[in-house]
C-alpha cells in the first residue's frame, strides 16, 4: 500500500507543479498548457509502478505465458498469416511480443514496454484536455482506472491510444479515427466496436439517439437472457469468444458502488450541461462517450465481462469531471475540488484490498 500512497503522492505533486509553472494557450481546449518538462516525471512514476510490479495483477500470469508462446513463432509473417499459416489472434499484440523477444526472453520488458505506451497516450490526451491537469491525472489513479490497467494491458493499451484519439472525434476527421482503430484491432479486436461509436457520440449530448441507446441497454439489462443468446453469437469470431461456456454459467456482476460512481459525474453533466457548453462545446461528446460507458455497467450488473467494454469509455471521465470545478463562483470550484479529491481517494482506498488483485504490490526485485 505504500508504493501506492508515494505513487500518487508524485503522480498528484509533480501534475499540479506542471500546471504551476504552464502557460495560457488558447490553441489548446482548455486555454491552458501545463509544463511539458515536468509532466514526465507523473508519466515516469506511473510507467515504473506498473512496469517493475511482479505477480502483481490477476492476468499477470496469463501474460507471461502469452509472452513466452509469442517467442515460438519462427517470424512476423507466421504471426499474420501469410503463406498459409493461421494467423495469432490479435496479431500485433503477438508481433510486439515476438520483436521484444528477440531482445530478451524475460517478460517484464512486455510490462515496461506496454506501461510506458499506455500511460504516454493517456498523460498525453490528459495535457490536452484535462483541466485542472493535475486533477484529471489524480482522477487517473482515484478512479481505479490505473490499477485496473494491471490487468487486460492489451486492451487498455489500445484504450490509452483510442483516448488520444479523440482528437480525431472532436475535429470530426472520421477517417483518421477509423484507420487508428483498425490498427489498434490487430492488438485487440474488441477496439472495432469503437467505429459505430464514433458517429454514435458525434452529436449534442442528451440527444435522441442516445435516449434510443439508452432504452436499449435497459431493455438489454432487463431482458438479459434474451440478450445473451444474440451477443454469444457475436462473441464467437472475437478474442472473447472463450468466454461463451463462462457467460452462460457465471453470474457474477458488477459491484454497484462503481455503478453509482459512474452515474454520478452525468447526473451533474445533465443538471448543469448548458454552464459545461459555455465552458466548451464539444464537451457533449465527452459526456456521450462517459454515457456509453455507464450503460455498459449498468449491462455488467449481470455479468461483469461487459465491464471490459467500459475501458473504452471510462477514461472519458478524467475529462469530463475537472470540469465541475471550473462552472462556479471560485469558493464553490474550490469546495468542489475539495470533495472530488477527497471521495475518490477514498474510493479507490477502499477498492484497493480486493479488486484487481494489486495486493500485495511486489516488484522485480523481490522475485
Given at each position: 500500500?505504500?508504493?501506492?500512497?508515494?505513487?500518487?503522492?508524485?503522480?498528484?505533486?509533480?501534475?499540479?507543479?506542471?500546471?504551476?509553472?504552464?502557460?495560457?494557450?488558447?490553441?489548446?481546449?482548455?486555454?491552458?498548457?501545463?509544463?511539458?518538462?515536468?509532466?514526465?516525471?507523473?508519466?515516469?512514476?506511473?510507467?515504473?509502478?506498473?512496469?517493475?510490479?511482479?505477480?502483481?495483477?490477476?492476468?499477470?500470469?496469463?501474460?507471461?505465458?502469452?509472452?513466452?508462446?509469442?517467442?515460438?513463432?519462427?517470424?512476423?509473417?507466421?504471426?499474420?498469416?501469410?503463406?498459409?499459416?493461421?494467423?495469432?489472434?490479435?496479431?500485433?499484440?503477438?508481433?510486439?511480443?515476438?520483436?521484444?523477444?528477440?531482445?530478451?526472453?524475460?517478460?517484464?520488458?512486455?510490462?515496461?514496454?506496454?506501461?510506458?505506451?499506455?500511460?504516454?497516450?493517456?498523460?498525453?490526451?490528459?495535457?490536452?484536455?484535462?483541466?485542472?491537469?493535475?486533477?484529471?491525472?489524480?482522477?487517473?489513479?482515484?478512479?481505479?482506472?490505473?490499477?485496473?490497467?494491471?490487468?487486460?494491458?492489451?486492451q487498455y493499451m489500445v484504450a490509452g491510444i483510442l483516448?488520444?484519439?479523440?482528437?480525431?472525434?472532436?475535429?470530426?476527421?472520421?477517417?483518421?479515427?477509423?484507420?487508428?482503430?483498425?490498427?489498434?484491432?490487430?492488438?485487440?479486436?474488441?477496439?472495432?466496436?469503437?467505429?459505430?461509436?464514433?458517429?454514435?457520440?458525434?452529436r449534442k449530448a442528451w440527444s435522441p439517439l442516445m435516449?434510443?441507446?439508452?432504452?436499449?441497454?435497459?431493455?438489454?439489462?432487463?431482458?438479459?437472457?434474451?440478450?445473451?443468446?444474440?451477443?454469444?453469437?457475436?462473441?464467437?469470431?472475437?478474442?472473447?469468444?472463450?468466454?461463451?461456456?463462462?457467460?452462460?454459467?457465471?453470474?457474477?456482476?458488477?459491484?454497484?458502488?462503481?455503478?453509482?460512481?459512474?452515474?454520478?459525474?452525468?447526473?451533474?453533466?445533465?443538471?448543469?450541461?448548458?454552464?459545461?457548453?459555455?465552458?466548451?462545446?464539444?464537451?457533449?461528446?465527452?459526456?456521450?462517450?462517459?454515457?456509453?460507458?455507464?450503460?455498459?455497467?449498468?449491462?455488467?450488473?449481470?455479468?461483469?465481462?461487459?465491464?471490459?467494454?467500459?475501458?473504452?469509455?471510462?477514461?472519458?471521465?478524467?475529462?469530463?469531471?475537472?470540469?465541475?470545478?471550473?462552472?462556479f463562483e471560485p469558493k464553490s470550484n474550490a469546495l468542489?475540488?475539495?470533495?472530488?479529491?477527497?471521495?475518490?481517494?477514498?474510493?479507490?482506498?477502499?477498492?484497493?484490498?480486493?479488486?484487481?488483485?494489486?495486493?500485495?504490490?511486489?516488484?522485480?526485485?523481490?522475485?
Amino acid at each position: 500500500m505504500d508504493i501506492y500512497l508515494l505513487n500518487v503522492g508524485i503522480v498528484f505533486v509533480w501534475s499540479w507543479f506542471a500546471k504551476m509553472y504552464g502557460k495560457e494557450d488558447h490553441s489548446l481546449p482548455t486555454g491552458y498548457r501545463p509544463n511539458a518538462i515536468i509532466a514526465i516525471v507523473p508519466l515516469v512514476s506511473l510507467v515504473i509502478v506498473a512496469g517493475l510490479r511482479y505477480k502483481v495483477g490477476t492476468d499477470y500470469q496469463t501474460y507471461m505465458l502469452l509472452y513466452e508462446l509469442a517467442g515460438k513463432y519462427d517470424s512476423l509473417a507466421e504471426i499474420f498469416g501469410f503463406g498459409g499459416a493461421k494467423a495469432s489472434t490479435d496479431p500485433g499484440f503477438t508481433a510486439l511480443l515476438w520483436l521484444l523477444n528477440h531482445i530478451t526472453s524475460d517478460p517484464q520488458i512486455m510490462f515496461v514496454t506496454v506501461a510506458a505506451v499506455t500511460y504516454l497516450f493517456i498523460v498525453k490526451t490528459l495535457y490536452i484536455y484535462g483541466r485542472p491537469f493535475e486533477l484529471s491525472m489524480f482522477l487517473f489513479l482515484g478512479m481505479f482506472y490505473y490499477y485496473a490497467s494491471f490487468n487486460g494491458i492489451r486492451q487498455y493499451m489500445v484504450a490509452g491510444i483510442l483516448f488520444w484519439a479523440v482528437k480525431y472525434v472532436i475535429g470530426g476527421n472520421w477517417v483518421r479515427y477509423v484507420i487508428t482503430v483498425l490498427i489498434c484491432s490487430l492488438f485487440h479486436s474488441s477496439a472495432l466496436i469503437m467505429i459505430p461509436v464514433y458517429f454514435i457520440v458525434r452529436r449534442k449530448a442528451w440527444s435522441p439517439l442516445m435516449g434510443c441507446l439508452t432504452l436499449l441497454f435497459l431493455a438489454g439489462t432487463f431482458m438479459y437472457q434474451k440478450f445473451l443468446s444474440v451477443f454469444i453469437v457475436m462473441l464467437e469470431n472475437s478474442s472473447y469468444g472463450h468466454y461463451e461456456e463462462w457467460l452462460m454459467k457465471n453470474s457474477n456482476g458488477m459491484n454497484s458502488i462503481k455503478i453509482i460512481v459512474l452515474l454520478i459525474p452525468l447526473v451533474l453533466a445533465f443538471c448543469f450541461r448548458e454552464q459545461l457548453r459555455k465552458r466548451w462545446p464539444e464537451i457533449d461528446y465527452i459526456v456521450n462517450f462517459c454515457l456509453i460507458g455507464f450503460l455498459f455497467g449498468v449491462l455488467a450488473t449481470k455479468d461483469v465481462i461487459f465491464a471490459r467494454f467500459n475501458i473504452y469509455f471510462g477514461l472519458y471521465q478524467l475529462i469530463l469531471v475537472p470540469y465541475f470545478v471550473r462552472i462556479f463562483e471560485p469558493k464553490s470550484n474550490a469546495l468542489f475540488y475539495i470533495m472530488i479529491l477527497i471521495c475518490y481517494f477514498l474510493y479507490s482506498f477502499m477498492l484497493m484490498p480486493f479488486d484487481s488483485s494489486v495486493l500485495p504490490y511486489r516488484t522485480i526485485f523481490e522475485r
